[in-house]
């Protein structure tokens, strides 16, 4: 049986390949869901990964739910009303909530269209870069439902609460000039360069202490949600941690030293 999400290591950079090219990557399917919190289990246990490149398989990023089993209420879209509401919670909800727990920075590759829950899928990575021929769209409302995977909450945080709304409102598909003017993503690169761009950014980011990094992205995902003064106390507590491992050590050695520091996350 295929698998349907791709781990693959090389080195510190773990990349996650949505294997599901034959339904353009959508993110249908328990098989799917139970392997996103499996790779997110997998990596947040594994200090030796300092980065995440998440991609789509073939031409496209992801196509979003499965069109034809909610044509044919089949899948999460099966049941009555209370029974749709459990699937979603039980169903394509484990995608956000596994990658917001995921302690590792993560990039999305958008290699082309990322519609509905695609779209937001890159929008629950912590970096967007995008080929030239990536197409997103908040298309929700050109069915007749809305975001249900958490959309409404992640796309004003990357774009702002007036992009978010014409997106979310009009459902229009953009182009990767345009996300890139919307800040929807970091960079547009040509087709031929996106993983190697990916990968070369997720090799600047692994050149850091685990830990450290780990921290950090934990205090920008907390800063979303809190004041000020309780996030500066989050970061006394992380601060005092950090001055005491090794690596911080090595880093200021390093900087001394002149030379290229050797983290070991510790």
């Known amino acids: 049986m295929t698998e349907p999400l791709l781990y693959e290591q090389d080195g510190a950079v773990v990349t996650l390949t949505i294997n599901r090219p034959e339904d353009r990557n959508a993110l249908a399917g328990d098989d799917l869901f139970a392997a996103f919190e499996e790779a997110c289990t997998r990596i947040n246990r594994d200090m030796s990964v300092r980065a995440v490149i998440l991609t789509g398989a ?29 699937n979603y919670h039980h169903g394509i909800q484990r995608i956000p909530r596994a990658l917001w727990e995921l302690d590792v920075p993560t990039i999305a590759a958008v290699n082309g269209p990322a519609i509905g829950a695609g779209c937001d899928l890159a929008c629950m990575c912590d970096i967007r870069i995008a080929s030239e021929t990536a197409v997103f769209a ?48 970091s960079r547009v690169v040509p087709a031929g360069e996106l993983l190697p761009a990916a990968r070369a950014l997720a090799a600047r980011i692994a050149a850091n202490p685990p830990q450290a990094l780990r921290w950090t992205k934990r205090l920008i995902r907390e800063g979303m949600n809190t004041t000020l003064p309780a996030l500066l106390q989050l970061s006394a507590a992380f601060q005092d941690m950090a001055h005491h491992t090794a690596d911080h050590r090595e880093a200021m050695a390093a900087f001394f030293e002149k030379r290229s ?5 510790r």
């Open 58 to 86: 073939d031409k496209g990023f992801s196509s979003g739910g499965n069109v034809k089993q909610m044509r044919d209420r089949e899948g999460i879209f099966a049941g009555n009303a209370g029974e749709v509401r459990a």
């Open 261 to 265: 520091p050797e983290f070991q996350g």
């Open 138 to 185: 908040e298309s929700f409302v050109k069915l007749g439902i809305i975001p249900g995977d958490g959309g409404a909450w992640l796309l004003p945080r990357v774009v702002g609460l007036s992009r978010a709304c014409e997106m979310a409102f009009t459902g229009d598909a953009i182009d990767a000039q345009a996300a890139l003017s919307y800040g929807l993503v």
